[in-house]
Structure formats: structure tokens, C-alpha cells
């Protein structure tokens, strides 16, 4: 098993930024890719960001392209997520997720998943 813990969320001004982070620990060796998805009130969840751990290959959704970054911090055991020119419609619940093997954008490839940290961006 994996265990993902999340932290950083907060509220914040629309313009403003953020720092996600993710703790993992437990059968770490297992993991390929790890990942960010959130979920606004009454909508899916949906994928924002992810990580694969052989070469840090990244990859994101159009919507936060250009905004976000994903990282890893090996010596830490977390993966980061910096998010900057943040929107009203940003606002929602992330979480973090990992997946025993390659993976883009879809839930059902990912194994373990984190509680979620709630993010809020005031207009």
C-alpha cells in the first residue's frame, strides 16, 4: 500500500499563488507516476497535473498549462505542486494520486489516492 498526504491549500486571491505538497510513503517503490486531480463542488474530478518517476516527464491539462508545475523532491519523499495566476475557477478540492504504472489524465489508472487539500480562490 501507499499512503498520500496532502497539504497546502488555503484561500487566496484571485492573481495569487499557492504551494501544494504531497507526502508519500509506504510501498514507494511501486509507484511509476503520481499525479493532481481536483474537484469543484458538483462537478468530477478532473486531472490537472502528473509526474512519471523514471525521468520526470510531466504533463498537464490545457486549463492550468503554462500556471502550474509539478515536481518531485526526492530527498523529501513529496511531490509539489506550484500553482501561480491562480483563478476563481480553480477552486476545489486536490488530490494527490499515484499509479503503479504510466499514466496520463485518467482516474482509473491511478491506484492510491489522498484525502485532499481545499483550495479557494477569492474573486
Known amino acids: 500500500q501507499v499512503q498520500l498526504v496532502e497539504s497546502g491549500g488555503g484561500l487566496v486571491q484571485a492573481g495569487g499563488s499557492l504551494r501544494l505538497s504531497c507526502a508519500y510513503s509506504?510501498?514507494?517503490?511501486?509507484?511509476?507516476?503520481m499525479g493532481w486531480f481536483r474537484q469543484a463542488p458538483g462537478k468530477e474530478r478532473e486531472f490537472v497535473a502528473r509526474?512519471?518517476?523514471?525521468?520526470?516527464?510531466?504533463y498537464y491539462a490545457d486549463s492550468v498549462k503554462g500556471r502550474f508545475t509539478i515536481s518531485r523532491d526526492i530527498a523529501k519523499n513529496t511531490m509539489n505542486q506550484q500553482m501561480n495566476s491562480l483563478k476563481p475557477e480553480d477552486t476545489a478540492v486536490y488530490h494527490c494520486?499515484?499509479?503503479?504504472?504510466?499514466?496520463?489524465?485518467?482516474?482509473?489508472?491511478?491506484?492510491?489516492w489522498g484525502q485532499g487539500t481545499q483550495v479557494t480562490v477569492s474573486s
Open positions: 509506504g510501498r514507494t517503490f511501486s509507484i511509476y507516476t
Open positions: 509526474i512519471t518517476w523514471t525521468d520526470s516527464s510531466t
Open positions: 494520486a499515484a499509479a503503479r504504472g504510466f499514466a496520463f489524465g485518467s482516474r482509473s489508472a491511478y491506484d492510491y
